[in-house]
């Protein structure tokens, strides 16, 4: 039994035709998945050479709503894209001479690193907004070393492959005449793989937009929660629940030699603020909620600390890589950053951060802070 070659492959649908056609809409989806996931990164960073902005509030939201969607997206493209073109991996070179050989060997290795980096960059994203983390690595670390990855791959197959795709575009879609076996015309397929994305980013949107909600089974957050707001850590979870209901409870102001101790009491007695703000989260999920609370900036003003001054935030939750932030100036002397206390006009929930969290605009969910302890200005 030999071993297939391409030329054992005569449906319509392999080949350069239907490539060159899907390959834009799937590098599209990668080039805004990447570039959005770049700004979350650059997001969670504690120091920032170009300041991240505080507005429009909504931005984060929009940003990561678009790439989980992109990246829902590209599953079907990419699964077209790859049944499209594998049989070229049994194709013998054309010529044996040593140039010809050596790029042909680029080029298939070139395919081989985009689509185990874009596989792995798709499941792996897949299972973070689903927040099932079956590995041991840091997802956030590893997904951004793997996008680079998959970016420089996609950018040497496109320099590779764009004489071909560029010829292939200026022939009409069936050009060649259909093998009597085909169940499925070129078109068909087209029509069938956009329709696939179009029905996984309805599938997927409602996490970020709600009136998609009723649609969107795939969205890993409905909008129900404690106090209509969905969450990813419960109290419980982080361990705060004896702590944050303790009667001794007091947040902590720190600048330099001078610091106060404020309770929920004393916290309530300050003039209070109401914003209408999203939590955004970097599995793709957000929702608006009315906030009201304390100006941070109103307390950083009760220690002296001067503006333009970063801020340490530290949670009561025991551990985590985000029990300590940083609040950087432009979030912390921004007015619509609260030490929050109320959320739709009720006492805010345990779950929710009790007795007092972090709210700020354009700001990643997981540096949203819940169940305050202390807030140390940087000298």
């Not at 073109?85 to 040593?98: C, E, G, I, N, T």
């Not at 395919?111 to 792996?124: E, H, K, N, Y």
């Not at 303790?246 to 106060?260: C, D, F, I, K």
């Amino acid at each position: 039994m030999r071993a297939p070659r391409s030329e054992d492959f005569t449906s319509p649908l392999h080949g350069p035709a239907l490539a060159s056609r899907v390959g834009p809409a799937l590098g599209v989806c990668f080039a805004v998945c990447f570039l959005t996931g770049l700004l979350s990164h650059y997001a969670q960073q504690p120091s920032q050479p170009v300041p991240f902005p505080t507005s429009p509030a909504w931005g984060y939201r929009l940003t990561q709503g678009l790439h989980v969607v992109t990246g829902t997206a590209a599953v079907p493209l990419l699964l077209v894209k790859l049944w499209t073109v594998y049989p070229r991996l049994f194709q013998r070179p054309a010529r044996l001479d040593l140039r010809h050989l050596a790029l042909t060997a680029l080029e298939r290795l070139s395919v081989l690193v985009l689509v185990a980096s874009a596989v792995f960059m798709l499941v792996t994203g897949l299972a973070n907004a689903s927040q099932w983390y079956p590995w041991s690595f840091s997802f956030r670390t590893t997904h951004y070393a793997v996008a680079w990855v998959a970016i420089g791959a996609l950018v040497l197959h496109v320099a590779v492959k764009l004489p071909v795709v560029r010829d292939a575009l200026r022939r009409p879609l069936d050009d060649d005449p259909p093998a009597r076996s085909a169940s499925l015309s070129r078109r068909g397929l087209l029509r069938a793989t956009w329709l696939a994305a179009g029905v996984a980013v309805l599938a997927t949107a409602g996490s970020t937009v709600p009136w998609l909600r009723r649609v969107s089974v795939l969205g890993v957050r409905s909008g129900d929660g404690p106090q209509g707001l969905p969450i990813n850590t419960s109290a419980a979870a982080a361990g705060v629940t004896g702590t944050a209901t303790a009667p001794g409870w007091a947040l902590t102001v720190v600048h330099g030699a001078r610091s106060v101790r404020l309770t929920r009491a004393d916290l309530l007695a300050l003039e209070q603020r109401t914003e209408e703000l999203p939590i955004a989260c970097v599995e793709g999920w957000s929702a608006s909620g009315t906030w009201t609370g304390v100006r941070v900036r109103d307390l950083l003003d009760e220690v002296g600390a001067p503006r333009g001054s970063d801020v340490v935030v530290r949670s009561l939750q025991r551990s985590g890589p985000y029990r300590t932030t940083v609040l950087q100036a432009r979030f912390a002397d921004d007015d619509r950053t609260l030490v929050a206390l109320a959320l739709g006009g009720e006492p805010l929930a345990l779950d929710h951060g009790h007795p007092a969290r972090l709210i700020a605009p354009n700001r990643p969910g997981v540096l949203q802070t819940k169940w305050l302890d202390r807030l140390e200005v940087l000298a």
